[in-house]
C-alpha cells in the first residue's frame, strides 16, 4: 500500500502505540528522538521545521515548543496532537492563524492519576515519609524529629478546581479535613458539590495547612504563587504542585524554603524541563522537598489510553473530520476551508 499521509512524532515516548493503527490506515509514521531516552536533547526550532516541513499530521510530547515559525513551514499540516493534557507549548494563536487544528487527550487515566499522586504527596509531606526512609537507610531509628502530622483537622487548599483539583476534593472526603478551593472560573455549588469552599486565592492561602496546585499555564496563572503569596502563608505549611512548573515563582520558593517562610513542598513539574543539574532547587533539604520528574501523571493505563485517543484524533483529521478535544475551536472555520469536513 502507497503512503498517504506523513505522521510525525518528533518526541513520543518508548512506548508508541499509536504508531501501527496509523500505519494501518495508510499513514508514514515518523518517529524522532525518545523523551524517555533522551530527556536532555530537546530539538531545536530549525530541526523541527525540518521534521514537519511535509507533515500532514504532528504528535509532540511536553517537551516540543511548537512555535509559529515551525507551524508557518508545515504547509501541509492539519493538527498538532499530543497524547497528554497540556497544550501550552503549541502556539495556539498561530495555528488559529493557519487553520491547524490543535488537540490533547484528556483521559481519565491521565487527570486520575494526577489527583491521586497530589494526595500522596501530601501524606508523604505530612507523615514526613522521606525523611523517615532515609534515617532507617542509614542505620538510624526513630527520634523526635521523625513525628509526623496528623491530616485529620486540618485545611487543604485546592488551586484549581478543573477535572483534577475536583478529583481530588472528591478523594478527600471522609478524611475530616477542611477543604478549601479557589477558582474564578467555577460557582460556588459546583465547588459545595465535590466537597469544597469556594474562596478568594489569597485566603486560601492564608488558611491552608497543604496547599495543592493544579491549574493550567496562562499569563494570569504564571509566577501566581510568588514572594509575596509565599510570605502570606502559614510556618508550618506545605505547596504541592503537580500542574505546570511555571505557576510557582521557583526562585522565591527557593528563599521560602532556605528561609522558613514554609515547612516545605512537593514538585512534579518545573519551569524549565527537564530539571536543569545546576537547579537551585536541587540543593533544597531532601527531608522537606519531595522533587519527582514530571511522571506523576504516567502510568501504563494513562499511556494505552492516551496513545489510542491521539491515533483516533489524528486519522479523523485527516480523513477531513473533526476530532476530539480541540483546544482552539477558533481554528475549525479556517480549517474546514482548507481541508473540509465530513462531520
Not at 524517555?36 to 536533547?41: A, K
Not at 516541513?53 to 513551514?73: G, H, K, M
Not at 485566603?203 to 509565599?230: G, N
Request: net charge neutral; glycine share 6%.
Amino acid at each position: 500500500m502507497s503512503k498517504r499521509w506523513h505522521v510525525v512524532a518528533p518526541g513520543p515516548w518508548d512506548d508508541t502505540q499509536f504508531k501501527a493503527p496509523l500505519e494501518e490506515a495508510g499513514c508514514e509514521v515518523v518517529l524522532g528522538r525518545s523523551v524517555d531516552q533522551f530527556p536532555d536533547l530537546a530539538y531545536t526550532e530549525d530541526e523541527l521545521i525540518e521534521m514537519l516541513r511535509d507533515a500532514d499530521a504532528a504528535i509532540v510530547s511536553t517537551r516540543e515548543q511548537v512555535t509559529r515559525r515551525i507551524l508557518e513551514a508545515a504547509p501541509r499540516l492539519r493538527i498538532v496532537a499530543k497524547p497528554t493534557i497540556g497544550v501550552e507549548r503549541i502556539d495556539a494563536g498561530a495555528a488559529t492563524d493557519l487553520g491547524i487544528l490543535v488537540v490533547n487527550s484528556p483521559v481519565p487515566e491521565n487527570y486520575l492519576s494526577v489527583a491521586e499522586s497530589a494526595i500522596g504527596l501530601i501524606i508523604a509531606l505530612a507523615k514526613r515519609l522521606i525523611a523517615n526512609q532515609r534515617r532507617l537507610r542509614e542505620g538510624e531509628w526513630k527520634s523526635p524529629s521523625s513525628l509526623g502530622t496528623l491530616l485529620a483537622g486540618k485545611t487543604v487548599g485546592i488551586v484549581g478546581l478543573g477535572r483534577i483539583g475536583a478529583n481530588v476534593a472528591r478523594r478527600l472526603t471522609g478524611w475530616d479535613v477542611r477543604v478549601l478551593a479557589a477558582d474564578p472560573f467555577v460557582e460556588p455549588a459546583l465547588a459545595y458539590a465535590v466537597g469544597a469552599q469556594l474562596v478568594p486565592l489569597d485566603e486560601l492561602l492564608r488558611e491552608a495547612d497543604f496547599i495543592t496546585v493544579h491549574v493550567v499555564l496562562i499569563p494570569e496563572t504564571r509566577h501566581m504563587i510568588d514572594e509575596a503569596r509565599l510570605r502570606t502563608m502559614k510556618p508550618t505549611a506545605y505547596l504541592v504542585n503537580t500542574s505546570r512548573g511555571g505557576a510557582i515563582d521557583e526562585a522565591a520558593l527557593v528563599r521560602a524554603i532556605e528561609e522558613g517562610w514554609i515547612a516545605g513542598a512537593a514538585l512534579d513539574v518545573f519551569e524549565d524541563e527537564p530539571l536543569p543539574r545546576s537547579s537551585p532547587l536541587r540543593r533544597l533539604d531532601p527531608d522537606r522537598v519531595i522533587l519527582t520528574p514530571h511522571v506523576l501523571s504516567n502510568t501504563l493505563a494513562q499511556r494505552v489510553s492516551g496513545n489510542r485517543v491521539v491515533a483516533q484524533n489524528v486519522l479523523r483529521a485527516l480523513h477531513g473530520e473533526l476530532p476530539t478535544f480541540i483546544k482552539n475551536p477558533a481554528a475549525i472555520e479556517r480549517w474546514r476551508q482548507r481541508f473540509g469536513d465530513k462531520g
